[in-house]
């Protein structure tokens, strides 16, 4: 099984002020905006919006946003033009990182990327140098105060899930590409709700690196994830709970 996600640990036990909920909103919109541009603006139909939307509802985004966000993806509002991209690059102690975007502006967010690889002792790489080291799964999240592991086991197992791991505040329910909207549907279907879901990136084997390494590599994908083109970031990188809890405490 692919290997636990620390970064996205970190990022919850961390939580958020105001301006970090704005950087989400402008993320959110983004995804809200070309999934609707993709797959047209009926969730029913349209199982991506559909997963937009319910982490959108999550981060108690007004209606009123959601809704300009999909007509602007539908044609029925002007707004930009957003194109996906996939990056790859290296970052402090050698560890491999995936970035997602969403931009209507190449140049810049190359740019951007690479600026924040170089400054924290990274490099952005080509294309394959990286990817080899993950596999994409289906991820969803469910709040632990919305179900026991072992209902959740029992609502998933036979849609297709092919793991749940400890996520601290959630339990991610890891999936197959194609089992991730069987596993969602049949969450719905049970009724527990989930927070967030989307295809991730997981690293198949994680390099565990010392404190002070940590400490650098989660500044820089802090400060990749602050860019406002970028959606997602992935690494492979481990540290121990003890040495993490430290740095915890240190931030």
């Known amino acids: 099984m692919s290997g636990h996600s620390k970064w996205s640990t970190i990022k919850r036990k961390k939580g958020s002020n105001d301006a970090k909920r704005g950087k989400l909103f402008t993320k959110l919109i983004r995804e809200l905006t070309v999934a609707a541009r993709e797959g047209g603006g009926d969730e029913e139909n349209n199982p991506r919006l559909r997963s937009a939307i319910q982490t959108a509802r999550s ?3 007004p209606q009123s946003t959601m809704d300009r966000a999909v007509r602007r993806g539908t044609g029925e509002e002007p707004g930009a033009v957003y194109e996906a991209g996939l990056f790859e690059g290296f970052g402090p102690a050698g560890v491999a990182v995936m970035v997602e975007t969403l931009s209507d502006n190449r140049n810049r967010t190359v740019s951007e990327l690479r600026h924040v690889f170089t400054k924290f002792g990274g490099n952005l790489a080509e294309n394959g140098s990286v990817a080899w080291m993950f596999e994409q799964r289906g991820l969803v999240e469910v709040d632990k105060s919305a179900a026991e592991e072992d209902e959740l086991m029992l609502a998933v197992m ?3 899930a092919e793991d749940i791991q400890d996520g601290d505040q959630v339990y991610e329910v890891v999936t197959s590409v194609e089992g991730f909207e069987r596993v969602k549907a049949a969450l ?30 989660i500044r820089m994908l802090e400060a990749l994830d602050d860019l406002d083109d970028v959606q997602r970031v992935f690494s492979n990188f481990d540290v121990g709970d003890e040495q993490l809890q430290q740095l915890m405490e240190q931030a």
């Open 59 to 61: 981060a108690n985004m």
């Open 188 to 217: 719905e279907a049970q009724g527990l709700n989930f927070n967030q879901a989307y295809l991730s990136w997981m690293p198949s084997n994680m390099l565990e690196v010392d404190a002070k390494a940590a400490d650098q590599i």
């Open 158 to 160: 036979d849609a297709g």
